[in-house]
């Protein structure tokens, strides 16, 4: 069901070519950086994905909007997303950021309650960016740290632990993705994915693991679940 349908009134971005980014955007970007995290090589999709959702994240950040809602093309919205967004907009002293899908979302750590849906953190594999919401202040406050590319983008968001906010997820989901196996990113599934050597990938190896000790850290810590942060009044 789409947004139309919802009642639901929306502003169209077009999305960045990875293929075709600027020289400048271009030296934004490490890819032996990424290569040597993720174990796999820099796809030019990534790199369109990543500065797409970074320039939304500007675009809410200059607005006079405390929140906003960001979805990619290929998401299907529930019968109930509506109820679900409301649900969420009321309980958004729980989370910073608020994935209302995801690829995989694993060992959830329940952090708050939205009408019948609950509020989770993640201690394994959260992942998927297709329909989200985040706060403004949260949006101009990351992307100002996060303009070099270093990661994929939803593996730069996984690391709330080190730019401190809530990440978490609605469930159950009140939306999915629906691309039936083609993205424009790693390809028909997956097929463009390329990896190094096994030996060239032992870094990635420490990387992930490292990455899941500090996010379970930061999650059971008492302190690990910050305050909520100041909305800008409507």
């Not at 594999?125 to 590319?149: H, P, Q, W």
């Amino acid at each position: 069901m789409s947004l139309e349908a919802h009642g639901i009134a929306f502003t169209r971005f077009s999305a960045i070519d990875g293929a075709r980014i600027s020289e400048s955007l271009r030296k934004k970007v490490d890819s032996q950086a990424y290569e040597r995290s993720m174990g796999q090589y820099l796809l030019p999709g990534k790199v369109g994905c990543y500065y797409s959702h970074l320039s939304v994240w500007k675009e809410l950040a200059a607005s006079e909007y405390p929140v906003g809602l960001i979805l990619e093309d290929d998401i299907v919205l529930h019968d109930d997303f509506v109820e679900a967004l409301e649900a969420s907009l009321s309980a958004a002293e729980c989370w910073d950021i608020l994935r209302l899908n995801a690829t995989r979302a694993k060992f959830p750590l329940r952090r708050g309650q939205a009408g019948r849906w609950n509020i989770n953190g993640y201690l394994g594999r959260f992942t998927g960016n297709g329909c989200y919401l985040i706060k403004a202040d949260v949006a101009g406050r990351i992307s100002a740290t996060i303009e070099n590319m270093r990661l994929p983008f939803e593996h730069e968001i996984g690391r709330f632990y080190a730019h401190d906010y809530r990440l978490a997820g609605l469930e159950p989901f009140p939306s999915h993705i629906e691309d039936f196996g083609l993205s424009q990113i790693v390809g028909e599934n997956n097929t463009d994915l390329k990896k190094p050597s096994l030996y060239k990938r032992i870094p990635h190896f420490f990387w992930k693991v490292a990455s899941y000790f500090r996010r379970a850290a930061y999650l059971v810590h008492p302190q690990g679940w910050p305050k909520p942060t100041k909305q800008r009044a409507d």
